[in-house]
């Protein structure tokens, strides 16, 4: 054979991935393609994609295999030696009813989105990434599955999430948000979820749930967490690799991709007031406020990161300094909103312990004693009066986001952020300006919202009254999942565990 | 005499979640029973896609194959995961020690010529096929409703794309990791007339709609064909050329296609059970795209193997097709 030069790693790894493609010639490319244009989104060469990360088959298989291996011996140890007893206090479980329920499923979604996608580009190197994307996707849905499996057999309220999922009114929060995605143009759902969601926010919800679950002796989901730490790293490059690669395409992108920056960071940020509230109430040893995580991961990570894209004409998301702003509030207006409404959830909701409270002073100096502490309170003097306070009334939702409309204004934090507007003779609600903007970009999309508290008024969530709608439709037990912590069989379990300690003696002697 | 390590057993309130339950009771589950059912979303999806007015997201529409319960289609194989990497990770480690070995004794580099350029003309253009697997199988994964259905796809699609790379690698032995003899094959693939009839099979299947029709395609008729003929037949013809060597680095495919067999056939023949319409509708898939293949495979084996290595592979084919519950069209003459 003639020789020639021999191939670089990545001329080798393209040879391996990108040359199996070839120019069609039996159909048209614009069939074979079908999606890549609507957008509006320009590609002149496919070619310039770099490669995020070079890994063969043969490679992936082995070394996610040997990670396999390792994390389910922990699985088997965990379940063996009934790990869930060493964790820090039973209230820490309702962060995992909240992972498993909202976060869980995404994975599933985003392994069914990755694998359309990665049919669907043209270019075969972006393909063979998002592919990749797909598999590992399909992975973490499946370790968090098993990794949670054991406290399902110990603790009410993880019993049916993906049930839940596509039901229960607050997780339409995440379902809504990943239905976003899947439901727009690839090249969207790329800059959504790779880049937005994967490389700007991951740090605000994969690590306080694993960093969590460090702090609180949760072997099961850290060991997960660590597990997929390699998997995450190359997401994030996924991310920074499609934005970079959009932005350099063709100029007439960048309006486009800036307005999916401004959507997907104002959607990606009110989800993560979820994670917010589990931060710094679910936790009972505490990693960081929420906060200092913000500032940290966004502020400072962000800032650098947008700073950097600045050469490409792309500006900081819009609305982000009231997201800044309001990093001092949203963990304790939620956990407010579900503390009223406990009876409707797959969690628990309790009163901070005094300690806890004292944290939050320290962690919030100018908010949480002028705003918040008196809410519990006023909210702890009812519960000993025997009167939990369970508000039956329910919320006007936001029509995007569709978090209840709870958020204030960035200059008032007395002032509900309330936004409404007409649109084809029908009235919509905001929560925000945030929300509003991305309502008036795409209505015709928005209108279509399956928003849970108006379809349990519409009559289709089995039946017109709450109970009925919490037990048959939601699937949420009453009087074991839901409710109060305090008095809860949860914590009747966990006093039960604590109370027998230390283990009896007479097998072993 | 055994030892037995006591310990201290905790009452569950439940053994299992309750969807898992619901299926197959309250008592302990496989990990692949509590992987793969009822994960996927099934209802209240908030959005119409923008690429497809016509239809939500997860819709069981997509295909005219239908099914009470999506969850019937299982994996005999009960691969979620971690069960699917561990099983592909020992069949590398055995691949990797064939190519290891024929590259350090040169066994490639040492066939004259002649045989060289047989192996890249008839042989490594198959990687091209595996990608149109790829990206027809990693399509059906994203549409395919029900996670037991889906999951085999992405393995299948990734699979694909290891073997393409395997084959890829075979050129780069030839060529000493130069490049050039991957683009002498992908000429042959693109110009000659010989693989004409297989690219424009490959490209044909791209732009089929319905996915249930698509996994009948690529994975029952396309593979079982295309795998009989280019390592059975094929392997056998190379071995006469005086290329036996290149068995040792085809052994991959050959182990794969065993294993495929077992949770295609399921698929296909749990689907065709269900209704008559369904059995109908994956019989006229069966008659439409059938004589195509073996119409497209004929170039290829007149040059190489003798037409009645076809006959063989068909022969295989419709016993596969019999399993299933279906009828074959018979040997194209």
Known sequence: MTTTKKLNLKQKYQYLTRDLDWEPSYQKKSDIFPLEEFEGIKITDWSKWEDPFRLTMDAYWKYQAE????????????????????????RYVNSLKLFLGGVSPLEYAAFQGYAKVGRHFSGAGARVACQMQSIDELRHSQTQQHAMSHYNKHFNGLHDSPYMHDRVWFLSVPKSFFDDARSAGPFEFLTAISFSFEYVLTNLLFVPFMSGAAYNGDMATVTFGFSAQSDEARHMTLGLEII??????????????????????????????LVGMMMDYMLPNKVMSWAEAWEMYYEKNGGALFKDLARYGIRPPKYEADANAAKN???????????????ATNFHTWIPTAEEMDWMSEKYPETFDKYYRPRYEHLAKLADQGKRYYNNTLPQLCQVCQVPALFTETDDPTMLSHRQLEHEGERYHFCSDGCCDIFKNEPEKYVQAWLPVHQIYQGNCGGAELPKVLSDYYHINIGEDNFEYVGSPDQKRWFEIKGIKPAKSKDAA | MTIEIKTDSVQPIRHTYSHIARRFGDKPATRYQEASFDIAATTNFHYRPLWDAEHELNDVNLSAVKMKDWYEITDPRQFYYGAYVGNRAKMQEGAETSYGFCEKRGLLKRLDERVQTSILKYLVPFRHMNQAANMNNSSIASEAVGATAAQPHIFQAMDHLGMGQYLSRIALMIDGNTGSALDISKNYWMNDPIWQPLRKLAEDSMVVRDWF?????????????????AYEALDDWFAQQGAEDISMLTEFMRDWNKDPLRWVTAVVKTAAAESDSNREAIQSWVDKWEPEIFAALKPLAMQTTGIEALENVHAQLAKTLQKAGLQTKGFPA
């Open chain 1, 67 to 90: 990670k396999e291996k390792k994390l389910y011996a922990i699985f088997d140890a965990f379940a063996q030696n009934n790990g869930h007893q060493n964790i820090s206090d039973a």
């Open chain 1, 244 to 273: 970079k690669f959009l932005l350099e395409q063709h100029e007439d992108n960048v309006p486009i991709v800036q307005q999916w920056i401004d959507k997907w960071f104002w959607r990606g940020f009110r989800l993560l007031s």
């Open chain 1, 329 to 343: 509030h949203i963990s304790h207006q939620i956990w407010t909103t579900f503390y009223q409404y406990g009876h």
């Open chain 2, 213 to 229: 029709e698509l996994t009948v395609l690529q994975n029952l008729l396309i593979d079982k064909a295309i795998f009989a003929f």
